[in-house]
């Protein structure tokens, strides 16, 4: 007979408002997450054994925590084409993009597939509340949450991101192997982005609970050992300087349309009869160069409000959808003044003093005090409740919960 009681469901807690960082915490085994930064973060691997310790916890008590969210759960998100999904077998190595229809997920007792969901945070609040947790790393940095279900030895074989991510089991065993290898040549003749040769150096089994820091480019190989495996992958991206500068480049030239002076134009009156006409004109050059160096082109604050609005922009995936009977300014008023408005989860904001950007906007421009100040805590708290909120109608706020950027925190 069992031992073991009918599993419940774990239900993550949500974060202090404000994260104790230099106090030990368990999701990184005991060290705060200031000491994790200086020792771990983008440097090297850190495995957690009970991360979570409410797992081992109930298992003590003879319990039994299941993950969050149910196979059944993950499998109709699977079918939803507002969720970015994958398929991969093993078996051989194949590869496939959803949405699926229900009949082509593999039954869980099969085996060698694993089915990959991304931006779980917008989909399921316990999935938001996870990563929350990771509140101390710069909002800029964070990717999503992505969550993988797969049967018995499945996974998706060995290969390197160019991610920070957190592994977090939260259903079954998963075997994970690992190493700093420089040899990352993949594979060219397979579907996937699988390593060529993988020399593992390290290896261990994590159960619910437990979790795998891996910095960018560490090998690794995660092998699902029971079925129904569910690991969480907290990602953070490093855009390249190339993606960055080119970003901010391009909405730099955007912002020239704002300067009525650029209309002008170039105009010669000084030009002498040339031998060389094919040339360009060095009065042109001249001239050029002069509008130039009023743009102060080489200075970083032309080009951080640019990359700050590119940085905000949302998935590709991302959805918004205003409310469909919508309050009016003075309702916005009334209820937001007990009522949190937060973020819609694929909504991005970041801060770049002294100015908001939200979803590829700068939305605190030729804004008031107060709807200024109610953007800043927004970016700083994820929520605003606030009372005596004036002059909406026009303002950026209120425009953006018409769009479904921001929404109030249902009960
Ligand atoms: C997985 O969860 O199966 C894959 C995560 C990863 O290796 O990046
Ligand atoms: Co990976």
Redesign the pocket.
Known sequence: MSLFYLSKPYQPPEAPKNLPLNQPWALFGGISPELFMKRYWHKKPLLVRGAIPAFALAKKNQQELSSPISESELFKLATDEMVESRLVQSKPWSFESGPFKKSSIPKIDRKDW?L?LQGMEAHHPAAATVLSWFRFIPDARLDDL?I?I?GVGG??GP?F?SYD?F?LQMSGRRQWRISAQKDLRLNPNLPLKILQHFQVEQEWVLEPGDMLYLPPHIA?D?IALDAGCQ?W?VGFRSPSFKELLQEGLWRLAESLEGIPELEEKFADPKQEASTNPEELPRELITQLEKKLAGLKLDQINQFLPGITAYLTEPKQEAFFKGPSTPLSPSQFAQKISFQPLVPHPQTRILSLRPHIYCNGEMVTQGQTTQIKGAWRTLAAHKALTQKGLRSLETSSLYEAYLSGWLVFRSE
């Open positions: 694993t990959l992505m993988s797969a996974g998706v290969h991101d991510v592994l690794h995660g690991t992958s």
